[in-house]
């Protein structure tokens, strides 16, 4: 089998059944991992998506699931990818080839399904803490993801981190940015609960923020 990833990859079903294949074939890798076909066609829909977030979960999946195995493939694949990926990412992965991937099995990646720092995506509105093990410091990662226009994946990052480090307030003031240059009151709102919930420290900048939202609506 060839693995290739080009600029023509696309796939002839409608784009509204595109979340339906991606969802399906991260429950295969995830059933699966040892399944190249599923992993590839998934490094696929990613990158004939532009989705830099998803096609870095899925290439972090394909990683783990060769354990070090065809550096070949793994040297290929990431090449062909590295316009759609963050620089952040690329790197990443790139130490991967490099090295292990124990790292990335231990990282915190959003929407991978073979990491043990997170399985899936954030899904609210059920907040979970997730295990940080040897992960970069996610202030770091964050910004990063920014940096890229990847608010959402930002976002979920970051409140994650606050959920595992709930006294950190540089976590809090970027998230709290984001909340706010977003509007997303809906979000914010639903993390403030969560934090009071947990009896986490809750300061004055999550209350003048809520604040501000509330004028919003005046």
Known sequence: MLFLVSDSAEF???AEFRQSLADYLSHGVAREPSDLRSHVRRVFLA??????????AALADLFIALDGHGP???R????????????GQYRRLKEAI??????????FIPGAV????????????????????????PLIEA??????????????LLEQAILHEPRREDL???????????RDRDRFDMMFEELKRGANPVGDKWRELAELFRSLNG
């Open 47 to 56: 990158y004939s998506q532009d989705d830099a977030a998803d096609l870095f």
């Open 12 to 14: 002839s079903f409608p």
């Open 98 to 107: 490099d090295g292990s991937a124990d790292r990335l099995r231990s990282d």
């Open 72 to 74: 070949s493939l793994r």
């Open 143 to 156: 910004r990063e993801f920014l940096e890229y226009s990847q608010v959402e994946e930002a976002r979920n």
């Open 114 to 137: 073979l990491c043990r720092g997170l399985i899936g995506k954030v899904a609210l509105p059920q907040f979970e803490i997730k295990k940080f093990e040897n992960v970069r410091d």
């Open 172 to 182: 809090q003031e970027e998230l709290l940015d984001i909340y706010w240059s977003t």
């Open 76 to 87: 290929r694949m990431l090449e062909h990818s590295k316009s759609r990926l963050g620089i």
